[in-house]
């Protein structure tokens, strides 16, 4: 399984980017898609999350400012960034999840960048 991600940038604050995660098969194979980010000297943490059935979560943070979807034809998901702030500066990396067995797949990640 390949994840290909990209939309990474910079952008100022107050500014807007779209990520996007193409996969190698169908996005209906995982359980769930999701996009994780690492800043500098902090921990990797989940941004948005989309279930196979739809179900989305998001990272408390960027509740109301990001939105996350996917085009089932063109196996890709994305991560719609708006309003964003410096502490969304980070490494976004794409991730899909099966659940029998748990496997987890990565793709490369992409820096967004969004000094003051």
């Known amino acids: 399984v390949q994840l290909q991600a990209s939309g990474g940038g910079l952008v100022q604050a107050g500014g807007s980017l779209r990520l996007s995660c193409a996969a190698s098969?169908?996005?209906?194979?995982?359980?769930?898609m999701g996009w994780y980010r690492q800043a500098p000297g902090k921990q990797r943490e989940l941004v948005a999350r989309?279930?196979?059935?739809?179900?989305?979560n998001y990272a408390d943070s960027v509740k109301g400012r990001f939105t996350i979807s996917r085009d089932n034809a063109k196996n890709t998901v994305y991560l719609q960034m708006n309003s964003l702030k410096p502490e969304d500066t980070a490494v976004y990396s794409c991730?899909?999840?099966?659940?029998?067995?748990?496997?987890?797949?990565w793709g490369q990640g992409t820096q967004v960048t969004s000094p003051a």
């Open positions: 991730n899909a999840v099966t659940y029998g067995p748990l496997t987890y797949y």
């Open positions: 098969r169908s996005i209906f194979s995982f359980g769930a």
């Open positions: 989309i279930g196979s059935g739809g179900n989305i």
